[in-house]
């Protein structure tokens, strides 16, 4: 599979540094195969295999310990019977009750450098974080790229899924990467990519939400989930989602819709951008637009007719700057919107996404709150159209096109 150098270069600058590596992201986005590379390399470098463990707790031969108790049984005389350094890897470490208290210890013995993954962004308890203040950092691994989607395709020798004889062949991978998203085990699948969708999708709502977090009314909880999905693109508030479900009377409170948001950020499958006054400079509360973290999840939730391909379009764009760590805001200028507001080491950009500028109309309302900004960062209208039209300094692009050269040092 393809190498994920993106993430190898930022874990590189950690290998045998006095911090726990800890990577964090939607479940088969590839966080095992991560490892396996982070093991590749230290086999590289002179590493002896003998002196690295990996436990990954959803393999059989791992996935019947539940306590930290169990834990120790097989990692301390591991330990114990090496002098040399080691290296230690726990795949899915959420599952184990009281993990934070084991890997503490071993984290304070000598001679140990730490690796865990886990599939929830609430993986380091609060106690955990204050036992190991400045001692941690967490890697947030996204599925793939539309560039490493290119790349995998090319390692297995697959032409496009879907054939359009009047797009190219590049617009053709682009409509299946829009449509099936950026999860390794859906793109190398040529069949039943829906069902593997449906897997994941069922296996982050039962295991990582429900059972998790011990939800009792499913039903209800599906109903939120859907409407978040079918809202991608939308300012959504509590508030309002509250009175969408009484007005479908169904009981509910503002605080178990708070909890449940949280619960699916938590799990990684979606992620929120909040609302900025542009001109104020300040946070408007209460107002978010929520993404998945994977558009495949579109398709395999919501009927042909549901889907709105101008926001899945904006989803990829969000998900593509958040793996290049953008702080990102939806931008508000004299009640007029702005998608995403960029900001990474004091520089800022200013970004639209539409999926075809094809009347005047559209093309006022993209530009149109870009030309209102002042300032001199730069500001993009994103788009699948072939004929551009930039102006007055706002840059129009093909968003096929951005997302194939996309360089943040070069953008800003």
Known sequence: MVKR???????????????????????????SYLFKSIIQELENKGINEDNILLIDLELPKYNSIKTREQLDEIVVPFLESHEKKVYLFF?????????????????????????????????????FATLLTGRYVNIELYPFSFNEFLDYKKELNQQPLITNELNSNL?????????????PLTI???????????????????????????????????????????????????NALYKYLKHEKL???????????????????????????????????????????DTGFYKSQLDEKQRNIGH???NIMFIELKRHGYKITVGNINNYEIDFVCKKNNQKIYIQVSYLLENDETIEREFRPLLMIEDNYPKYVLSMDRILQPQKGIKHENIINFLKNFNHEKIV
Do not use: H, P
């Open 188 to 238: 190398s699948s040529q069949q039943d990519k829906e069902l593997i969708l449906n897997g994941i999708y069922s296996s982050i709502i039962l295991n990582d939400i429900v059972e998790r977090y011990e939800i009792r009314n499913i039903g209800l909880f599906n109903r939120i989930v859907k409407y978040i999905i079918e809202n991608t693109g939308n300012v959504i508030s509590a």
């Open 251 to 293: 009981n509910i409170t503002k605080q178990t819709i708070y909890n449940y948001l949280e619960y699916l950020e938590n799990a990684y499958l979606i992620s929120k951008a909040s609302k900025e006054d542009l001109i104020g400079k300040k946070e408007i509360t209460g107002s978010e637009k929520y993404y998945l973290l």
């Open 312 to 314: 899945i379009l904006e």
């Open 5 to 31: 150098k993106f993430y190898l270069e930022k874990i590189y600058n950690f290998i045998d540094k006095d911090v726990i590596k800890i990577i964090t992201g939607i479940r088969r986005c590839g966080k």
């Open 91 to 127: 795949d899915e470490i959420q599952n184990v009750k009281d993990w934070e208290v084991s890997i503490n210890s071993y984290y304070k013995l000598e001679n140990t450098d730490i690796y865990i993954t886990g599939s929830n962004s609430k993986l380091m308890s609060k106690e």
């Open 171 to 183: 617009e053709n991978y682009f409509e299946e990467y829009q449509q099936y998203g950026g999860i």
